[in-house]
Every structure is written in C-alpha cells, then in structure tokens.
C-alpha cells in the first residue's frame, strides 16, 4: 500500500442498504476525513478524526456514522442509504488537523443509491 | 455562514498566464490551501498561505491579503495537463478545511 486506499472503487447502491466505504492509509497520519462531492458544490466534511479512538462530526453527517479503532482505518457507514446520499466520498489524511499540514486524498468512491 | 466563492469556469491558451480568485468569509482563519483535481480523480495539494504575500513554488504562485479575505493562484507558462479544477480551500477556527466549489480551467491550444 502506498498513501491512502479506498474500496470500493464504486458501487450502485438498491436504497435502504447498509453499506460501509472503507478507507486505509499507511503514512501513520494521526488525522482523518470523510468528504462527499456533488457537482456544483464544494467538498463537504461528512465526519472527521483527529486520532485514534476519537472522531467528530462534519458538516454534512446525518445518515452517516465512522469508528477509529486504529491509526490506519476510518470506514464509513450508511445505515440505510437514501438516493440523496448518491455522491463521489473521498477520504483523506493529514499528520496533523492544525497548521499548513496538507489533507491525502484516497482515490475516491463513486456511490450510487437507486 | 462560512463561504468561498471562485469563478466556475475559465478558458486560457497554452503557453499564457492565468489568474484564479478566491474569496472567503469564514469563522477564523487558519490557512488557506489551493489544491488540483482532474477530472475522475482526487484532489491533490498545490500551495498553502498562512500570511500576507506571494508563495512561489515553479509554475504556480498563491497569494494571500488576509484583510480583504481574498486569494488568487496565478500558472504561468500553461500547459494541456493544467486543464484541471482548481479548489480553494480554507482552514477555519475549528482548523476544519471549508472548500470552494472549484473552478474548472479549460486550456486551448
């Protein structure tokens, strides 16, 4: 692995599913983040983990939740998808939330709930 | 409410200069980043200002005027791969990324 991984790549999502987007990184960040991407609007924080064992909410976290059991993963779970949560998710990294220290980006995941 | 607001789209000529604008109302301010992203890929970071001034760094500047919540990244000597979105970013007093929503730059030969 090197940088930040996410799987799947996509997905197409029947609504009401559970679904957990994982996200796996191998630079020791202590930070972690969930955004989505919608056409139009900027990158919106969905829910965020500044290390191990804590994490906090975004802007945009109802109907999503995450864990951070160790430094490496941060999935992301939908309970019950709803076709508004259809979106590109991006996870990212940083060594620290403060300063000029810069987010990674994994790959993305295109997710689609019909 | 936070806001970045950037110009959705512009249209430069290989081989010119370009200059995109940001400005941003935010609660705090901790930074402000510029990134890349491609069409179907991530983001990717290009430059971070802190304080007042021009960051050079080859191709691409970023300034920063914190007084007048305004930023600009400037690429000179434009290139096809520069055909990309470019996002502004700022860090807020929660040190949380608030994003614009991009601006899509198309290069013409």
């Known amino acids: 692995i090197a940088g930040i991984t996410q799987a799947p790549t996509s997905q197409i999502l029947a609504a009401g599913r559970r679904m957990t987007l994982r996200c796996t990184q191998d630079?020791?960040?202590?930070?972690m983040y969930w955004y989505r991407q919608d056409l139009g609007l900027g990158l919106r924080l969905i829910h965020y983990?500044?290390?191990?064992?804590?994490?906090g909410k975004g802007e945009v976290p109802d109907g999503y939740s995450v864990s951070r059991a160790n430094t490496d993963d941060f999935p992301l779970t939908l309970a019950s998808a709803v076709p508004s949560q259809t979106s590109v998710y991006f996870c990212?990294?940083?060594?620290?939330?403060?300063?000029?220290?810069?987010?990674?980006f994994g790959p993305g995941t295109r997710l689609t709930v019909l | 409410g936070q806001n970045i607001d950037q110009p959705t789209e512009m249209t430069a000529t290989e081989g010119a200069i370009v200059q995109i604008n940001c400005t941003y109302q935010t609660s705090g301010f901790n930074g402000l980043f510029w990134y890349q992203q491609h069409a179907g890929e991530a983001p990717t970071f290009l430059s971070y200002?802190?304080l007042d001034g021009l960051e050079e760094k080859g191709r691409f500047s970023s300034f920063l005027s914190r007084s007048k919540g305004y930023s600009y990244l400037l690429l000179k000597e434009l290139q096809m791969k520069d055909s990309a979105s470019y996002l502004c970013?700022?860090?807020?007093?929660?040190?949380?990324?608030?994003w614009g929503a991009g601006t899509k730059l198309i290069i013409k030969p």
């Open positions: 630079m020791r960040h202590n930070a």
């Open positions: 200002n802190v």
């Open positions: 983990s500044n290390t191990a064992g804590t994490t």
């Open positions: 990212a990294s940083s060594d620290s939330s403060q300063g000029a220290d810069e987010q990674f």
């Open positions: 970013a700022v860090k807020d007093s929660n040190y949380q990324l608030i």
